[in-house]
C-alpha cells in the first residue's frame, strides 16, 4: 500500500485536488479523504476508490441498524460473561483466579481480534467476514453447553468466541463506513453506541433466563440469538461490490518474507520510536486494565455483599447506561474547558482510579449503584478524551495502526488481569482488597506521565498550539 496507506492517486484524474501546502489545509485534505475505518482493510480503500459517492438512502439507514444490532449482540455475549462468572464459580472446583480467566481473555481477545479481523475483511470482504464471525460466535457458545472443565470453556467461550464477536464487529464498523461514503462520522458514532448497549441489555435478562433455564440453557439461547448474526450480515452485504485484489507481478521473481508480511499488514514502525504516543499508549493501557475490576467482577461482588443476581447485573447495566450517557455529556464539557485533551484525559483517569478505589465503602445497595453509575460516566468521559488524545498525537493517516496498537495493548493487559484479580481474592477472601490494589496501580501509572508533562513543556491549554509537533512527523 506504500506510505500514503492505500490510497493511490490518479495522476490522470483531474477531479482531485491535489492538496494545500500549508499544514492546516494538509490535515484538512486528508480528514476528508481517508476514512478512518477504510484503514483497517483494504477492501474499505478499494470501496472508497473504484466506487462512485453516492447519498445515503434508505438502505444505508437498514445497514446501520443491522450493523448495530449485530455488534450489540457480540457486545452482549462478552458483558453476559460477567454474570456466567458467578455461575461458573458455583458449578467448576476451580479458584477464582482460573475461573476468571474466561471473562477477562474473552474481553482482551475482543481487543486484540482487531488484527485478525483486518487480514480477513482484507481477504474474503465483509460479507464472509461477518458470516463466519457469527458461526464462530453462536457454535462456540453451543458447544460450551457440553463443558466438563473451565478450561473448555477458557477456549470456547475465552478465545473463540471473543475472535468471532471482534470479527463481526470490526466487520460492522467497516460495512457501515463504506455505506454511509463522505457521512461516514454519522453512522460511525451512531454504529459506535452499539457496544454499551450490549452491555445494557444483555445484563438485564440474563439472570432471568439463567435462573429459569440454568447457565447451560442460557448458554443455548445465547448462542441461538448470536445465530441472528448471519441473516443481518447477509442483508447488510446485499449488492456490495466484490474486493478486488491488486494483480498478481509477472515473472519468477522471489519475494522475502518480510516484504510479503509488509504488503499484508503495513505498520509504520516509527510510530514505536516516538516516545510520548508509547508513554500515553502504555499508560492509557495500564490504568484501563487496573480500572476495569469493576466490569470483572462487579456481579460477584454485588452477591458477595448479599444481593440478589438480579440486583447485581443491574449493577452492570447501570455502568453500561453511564457509558451511554456519558458519550453526550463529552461534548459538553469540551465547550466548558480551555486544557488540552491529553490533560482532560488525565483528570478523568485520576477520577476513575480514586473512585474504582471507593467502591467497597459502599454500604448500600443504592450507593453502590450511584458509585457504579458515576463511575461509569467518568469512564465514558475517560475514552472519549482518549480518542481526541490520540487524534493529537500522530497524523491522521496513522491513526488506525496507533489505535489498533493501543487496543492491543489493552486487551493484553485485560487478559492478564483475570488471573491475577482472582488469585488475589482467593487469597484474601474478598473483592475490596482488589479494589484498592487498582486504584493504587491505576494512581502508580500516572506519575510517569505526569511527570514527563511537567518537565518537558507538554502543552496544558489549548490555546498554546499543538505542542506534538515535535514529535508528531513520526
Known amino acids: 500500500m506504500g506510505d500514503n496507506f492505500g490510497y493511490i492517486e490518479d495522476p ?6 491535489k492538496a494545500p501546502k500549508d499544514e492546516e489545509s494538509k490535515t484538512e485534505e486528508i480528514r476528508k479523504r481517508f476514512s478512518i475505518i477504510a484503514y483497517i482493510s483494504y477492501e474499505g480503500d478499494d470501496y472508497i476508490k473504484d466506487q462512485p459517492a453516492k447519498p445515503v438512502d434508505a438502505f444505508s439507514w437498514i445497514v446501520l441498524l443491522t450493523a448495530f444490532i449485530s455488534v450489540t ?15 461458573f464459580l458455583h458449578a467448576f472446583n476451580n479458584s477464582k483466579a482460573e475461573i476468571a480467566i474466561v471473562p477477562s481473555l474473552a474481553n482482551g481477545m475482543y481487543d486484540i481480534g482487531g488484527v485478525l479481523a483486518g487480514i480477513m475483511i482484507d481477504r474474503i470482504g465483509c460479507r464472509a467476514s461477518m458470516v463466519v464471525g457469527g458461526l464462530m460466535t453462536s457454535v462456540s457458545i453451543a458447544v460450551s453447553f457440553f463443558a466438563k472443565s473451565i478450561y473448555f470453556l477458557i477456549f470456547s467461550l ?6 468471532g464477536s471482534s470479527i463481526v464487529m470490526l466487520s460492522g464498523m467497516v460495512l457501515v463506513g463504506q ?28 439472570p432471568y433466563l439463567i435462573e429459569s433455564f440454568g447457565w447451560r440453557g442460557s448458554l443455548l439461547l445465547l448462542s441461538a440469538i448470536s445465530l441472528h448474526i448471519i441473516p443481518f450480515a447477509l442483508v447488510a452485504t446485499y449488492g456490495l461490490p466484490k474486493t478486488k485484489r491488486p494483480p498478481k507481478e509477472e515473472g519468477n521473481e522471489k519475494v522475502s518474507l518480510k516484504k510479503k508480511c509488509t504488503q499484508c499488514c503495513p505498520f509504520d514502525m516509527q510510530l514505536f520510536k516516538t516516545g510520548r504516543f508509547q508513554l500515553f499508549a502504555l499508560t492509557s493501557a495500564v490504568t484501563w486494565s487496573a480500572n476495569y475490576l469493576i466490569h470483572l467482577l462487579i456481579v460477584d461482588f454485588g452477591e458477595n455483599r448479599g444481593y440478589s443476581l438480579v440486583e447485581s447485573s443491574s449493577l452492570l447495566t447501570t455502568l453500561g447506561v453511564a457509558a451511554i450517557i456519558s458519550r453526550f455529556l463529552a461534548l459538553l464539557v469540551k465547550t466548558f474547558h480551555k486544557f488540552s485533551n491529553v490533560v482532560m484525559f488525565i483528570l478523568f483517569c485520576v477520577a476513575a482510579t480514586i473512585l474504582h478505589g471507593c467502591i467497597p465503602l459502599s454500604n448500600s445497595f443504592y450507593s453502590l449503584m450511584a458509585m457504579v453509575a458515576t463511575v461509569g460516566i467518568i469512564f465514558g468521559l475517560r475514552f472519549s478524551y482518549f480518542m481526541l488524545s490520540l487524534i493529537d498525537l500522530v497524523p491522521m493517516e496513522k491513526y488506525s495502526q496507533a489505535l489498533g496498537y493501543t487496543l492491543s495493548l489493552w486487551g493484553i493487559s485485560v487478559a492478564l488481569l483475570g488471573p491475577i484479580v482472582g488469585e488475589v481474592s482467593s487469597l484474601t477472601g474478598s473483592y475490596d482488597f482488589s479494589y484498592y490494589c487498582g486504584g493504587v496501580v491505576g494512581g502508580l501509572a500516572l ?14 491549554k489549548l490555546d498554546k498550539g499543538n505542542s506534538l509537533t515535535e514529535e508528531r512527523d513520526v
Not at 490522470?12 to 485536488?17: A, F, K, V
Not at 454504529?191 to 445494557?200: I, L, Q
Open 12 to 17: 490522470s484524474d483531474t477531479s482531485i485536488e
Open 73 to 87: 449482540i457480540c457486545t452482549g455475549v462478552i458483558g453476559s460473561l460477567s454474570v456466567f462468572y458467578v455461575e
Open 158 to 163: 475465552g478465545i473463540v468466541s471473543a475472535l
Open 179 to 206: 455505506r454511509f461514503g463522505s457521512e461516514h462520522p454519522i453512522g460511525t458514532v451512531i454504529v459506535s453506541g452499539s457496544h454499551p448497549s450490549g452491555f445494557v441489555l444483555f445484563p438485564i435478562f440474563m
Open 447 to 460: 506519575i510517569p506521565i505526569s511527570v514527563y508533562i511537567y518537565f518537558n513543556g507538554w502543552s496544558l
